[in-house]
């Protein structure tokens, strides 16, 4: 789970990010999966992120952050990771 944490305010305090949050975990706890919070910062540099947190590590992404569009996108594309994209309005 890759989250954006605005300059200044608590991740966890705004409303949407506490729902996704409450409806990832519980669902993790119903298949017996594990959760990986991941802020976005540690996305800044996609291809080390890539190699870093994904090979063999995770089998996908959910990403609540869409200040690096392309940029973190494509390589996630080029090398068939599984990723679904919230809030992305356009």
Known sequence: ???????G???FSQSFTSHVMAG???EAVNLEWSVTLFMEKMWRDP????RQYCYGQCD??????????????EPLLERGIPFVLLGAGN
């Open 9 to 11: 305010r608590m991740l």
């Open 1 to 7: 789970l890759v989250m954006f944490a605005p300059r």
């Open 47 to 50: 291809d080390a992120a890539i």
């Open 24 to 26: 990832v975990t519980e």
């Open 60 to 73: 996908g992404l959910i990403i609540s952050s869409t200040s690096y569009g392309p940029t973190l996108i």
